[in-house]
């Protein structure tokens, strides 16, 4: 059922990907997003981040695609012709793209993650997972313990069956405890980035007005 | 197969790919934003598959929030820009776009 319903997520994900990066009509493009947003928050879910995938449907649905929206509906003029990629930028494009996929590809499939150890009969032995390497250096990190010192991967079982664990309030009181805590100076350096950001993008939006509009406001005043 | 850490890293990558190939085909500016969205997403998702299944627990999903709301900021002021520029050369096309004032 798990397996199920990963697919048809990844499924709706790539889908949505795949028309925003081809699509010839940037509207198309824009909706297709708004699949590949949803599909992520599904796959957010499937991973045990609830607090995430309500996040990205917030933030990703609800506030930067309709920015993205805006900025095709203004600066597209109705009736013109969509200009598309010349096939030469297209082609070199897609290359790279392409060996770039398959390098990535190369590492996931050729790593420890997911080495099959076999034993001295040469039948598969042990499937070592990430989180059995306890020598890796993020499973030593603080991160990985709760308020009270207890490792979270006992706590939340190990990766292996976290996926029944039930009745966990979910990841939102975690994620308020460590913004409070181990992560207040990244909080707030990020709050002010945030502030700053939009402030700036207000500014270089706004359209100096033109000598008639300063002198009407003038005569207001 | 069952699902576990390399699914989720597979479909990042494919993400990060389209995202890679859309910002260096597409010939509108609000499409290369768009390719942008996609690898931030390709990148979370990462993050959220070791947080799951590579011991990394809740430090993964603290470091998808930061880049959640690195992405917000992006979008406005990049749309802020891509504004100004639609008024100044009358084109998304990044190709046109090629002086610094005119």
């Known amino acids: ?221 | 197969m069952t699902v576990g850490l390399n699914h989720f890293l597979v479909i990042g990558a494919i993400l990060f790919v389209l995202g890679i190939f859309a910002m260096l085909s597409r010939r509108n500016v609000i499409a290369v934003l768009m390719g942008v969205e996609l690898i931030l997403n390709a990148a979370n998702i990462n993050f959220i598959a070791f947080s799951r299944y590579g011991g990394v627990n809740i430090g993964g999903q603290m470091a998808a929030i930061f880049v959640i709301v690195i992405a917000a900021g992006e979008a406005a002021v990049a749309l802020a820009i891509v504004l100004n520029i639609y008024k100044n050369f009358k084109s998304v096309n990044p190709s046109e776009v090629d002086s610094l004032r005119d």
């Open chain 1, 1 to 221: 059922m798990f397996d199920i319903i990963f697919y048809i997520f990844g499924a709706i994900t790539v889908v949505g990907a795949l028309t925003t990066a081809l699509a010839k009509n940037i509207v198309y493009a824009a909706f297709a997003l708004l699949f590949t947003f949803f599909g992520i928050a599904g796959l957010y879910v499937m991973a045990n981040a609830d607090f995430l995938a309500v996040t990205q449907l917030l933030v990703y649905v609800g506030g930067i695609l309709i920015l993205l929206i805006f900025g095709v509906m203004l600066t597209t003029r109705i009736g013109r012709v969509d200009i598309r990629a010349t096939t030469g930028s297209r082609w070199v494009a897609g290359v790279l793209a392409l060996g770039l996929f398959a390098i990535l590809m190369a590492a996931f499939f050729g790593t420890a993650a997911t080495h099959v150890e076999k034993g001295a009969d040469g039948k598969p032995k042990t499937v070592s997972s990430w989180a059995s390497h306890s020598s890796l250096p993020w499973s030593q990190s603080k991160w990985n313990k709760d308020a009270t010192g207890e490792a979270l991967n006992v706590k939340y079982g190990s990766p292996d069956e976290a996926k029944t664990h039930e009745g966990s309030s979910g990841t939102a009181t975690e994620i308020g405890a460590l913004f409070l805590t181990d992560f207040l100076l990244p909080f707030e350096v990020i709050s002010v980035l945030i502030l700053v950001s939009l402030l700036g993008a207000t500014m270089i939006a706004r359209t100096e007005p033109t000598p008639e509009e300063e002198a009407i406001a003038e005569s207001v005043s």
